[in-house]
């Protein structure tokens, strides 16, 4: 079946550092991929996406490239901010011939950003 | 414009019995996903609702089950609670066809 699999956290990073968080994935198909952003005690934001091979996603300074040639969409930020501290999960959906899709969910990176 | 509202925020309940969470829909959204997340995991896909039907299921036994009503406005029901499906549940709409999904903040359910 479908899996995506991330690094392990947590990942922790001092302020204005580089951030990769790596994801590749296991799929048949064409997937859209995802990444979403989990702050505690709340639920999914969806920070970017990408929706077919060579795709790039960005959104508030985070960015991800579809590699169908890797299996990869790895989440990039040239200087993280304290406030991303947050859980950050990758996902795949695909299209179902009915139309009705569940996305399928990485475990998720905990992301720690020190002043 | 509410987002996706989910209720109640938390739950304890005793294994055997049977829990119902209650989910509505962000505006203009017509269909309805669950998830079930444990702690330090990932969200796991339960089933998703559409035009009252369900649509498609994860890999979730039959305790697991779901009602949307004509508002868009959904129930997930779990029967026989075990220890295992303490989780964070969380609903999520979307407009049928799309990927755009909107997620609540979820229902903490403890069994005990």
């Known amino acids: 079946g479908d899996s995506v699999t991330q690094m392990e956290g947590p990942v922790t990073l001092s302020e204005e550092a580089f951030l990769t968080i790596n994801c590749t994935y296991t799929?048949?198909?064409?997937?859209?991929l995802f990444w979403y952003v989990q702050y505690p005690g709340e639920g999914l934001q969806l920070l970017l996406k990408?929706?077919?091979?060579?795709d790039k996603g960005s959104n508030k300074g985070f960015e991800a490239t579809y590699r169908k040639e890797t299996t990869s969409f790895h989440l990039e930020k040239g200087s993280v901010q304290v406030s991303d501290s947050a859980v950050y999960f990758c996902?795949?959906?695909?299209?179902?011939?009915?139309?009705?899709?569940?996305?399928?969910f990485g475990k998720g990176t905990h992301l720690i950003i020190q002043p | 414009d509410a987002g996706v509202t989910q209720s109640p925020t938390h739950l304890i309940k005793t294994r055997g019995q049977q829990v119902t969470l209650r989910c509505s829909p962000k505006?203009?959204?017509?269909?309805v996903s669950w998830y079930q997340q444990a702690l330090g995991q990932g969200p796991q896909f339960i089933f998703q609702?559409?035009?009252?039907?369900?649509?498609q299921r994860g890999n979730f036994p039959d305790r697991f089950s779901g009602h949307q009503f004509p508002n868009y406005s959904s129930e997930l029901n779990v029967n026989a609670l075990l220890l295992g499906d303490s989780a964070l549940y969380l609903c999520?709409?979307?407009?049928?066809?799309?990927?755009?999904?909107?997620f609540g903040s979820g229902t903490r359910l403890t069994v005990v």
């Open positions: 505006s203009g959204h017509d269909t």
């Open positions: 999520a709409s979307s407009l049928q066809g799309t990927h755009g999904y909107t």
């Open positions: 996902a795949l959906i695909k299209r179902s011939g009915g139309g009705a899709d569940g996305l399928t």
């Open positions: 799929a048949t198909g064409y997937p859209s």
């Open positions: 609702y559409y035009e009252e039907e369900e649509r």
């Open positions: 990408a929706t077919k091979a060579d």
